[in-house]
């Protein structure tokens, strides 16, 4: 079974209407398209989404959102709903981002509500699960992100309509990446809980990896078992190497 690649770029709290060329950039940098054998995807914070989408026009560049609320709409000062995303050109949005479950307290319960009002949008929903360093050193990674993942992923949720980001938490930002041998451990250990989940609708979701993927070792991490794509932070602000990861997936 081969799966349709995702390089997906997660621009975080960053960017201001400035950062709106590195997507111009990069389109450029693809010969004014996004390669038809994978799917490329920037999520920029929501305040540049809108523009971006016009800045994509037909490239084949996919945009996303960072967040939904878990309501349709309602009385939810500063909350963006996954109808609004959509409605504003995304294509998807990550779900349970690690940043998110701390900053914010979110929990699996109110991610897989996320992911739910997402697909229902039209949305495909990237949720995200991974392990603290102190969870990993406890030897409960597995078991953290194997609760994650039946936790946060919702009925109805397919391999067309979601997909999952392995992101350990203390490789995201830092320098640090999980060894080859822990990557394909966690990513088989999670698409065992898929088909254990949903069946052959869910078992072949796409898994990404995230944290710290840089342009110097994507394509190691891009051919190991089970790994689909990547979730990019700190290196997809950048075109170049953005472009230089994409270019990594193949
Ligand atoms: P970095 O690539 O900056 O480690 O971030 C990973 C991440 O959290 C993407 O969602």
């Not at 111009?24 to 999520?43: S, W, Y």
């Not at 609004?84 to 699996?108: C, F, N, P, Q």
Request: aromatic share 4%; with cysteine; proline share 3%.
């Amino acid at each position: 079974m081969t799966r349709r690649r995702l390089i997906a770029g997660n621009w975080k709290m960053n960017g201001l209407q400035s950062a709106r060329k590195e997507l111009v950039d990069l389109i450029a940098r693809l010969g004014g398209e996004a390669p038809t054998d994978r799917d490329v995807l920037l999520c920029p914070p929501a305040t540049l989404l809108a523009d971006m989408v016009r800045d994509s026009a037909d490239s084949g560049v996919s945009l996303g959102g960072q967040d939904c609320h878990y309501e349709t709409h309602g009385a939810h000062t500063g909350d963006i709903s996954a109808l609004m995303l959509k409605d504003a050109g995304a294509g998807y949005v990550i779900v349970g981002h690690s940043e998110r479950r701390a900053d914010h307290g979110e929990t699996d319960e109110m991610v897989k509500a996320k992911a739910k009002v997402a697909i229902e949008a039209g949305l495909i929903a990237i949720v995200c699960v991974g392990e603290t360093l102190a969870e990993r050193e406890a030897d409960l990674a597995f078991e953290v992100v194997g609760r994650q993942v039946e936790g946060s992923v919702p009925d109805g949720a397919s391999a067309e309509n979601c997909v999952l980001a392995y992101e350990p938490v203390w490789a995201i930002g830092t320098g640090k990446v999980a060894t080859i041998d822990d990557i394909a451990a966690m990513h088989a250990h999670i698409r065992a809980r898929l088909e254990g989940m949903g069946g052959a609708g869910l078992k072949n979701a796409r898994i990404l990896y995230g944290g710290s993927v840089k342009p110097a070792n994507a394509a190691q991490i891009f051919q190991t078992p089970n790994v689909d794509g990547g979730l990019i932070g700190g290196a997809s602000l950048r075109a170049g190497d953005f472009f230089a990861i994409i270019s990594a997936c193949n």
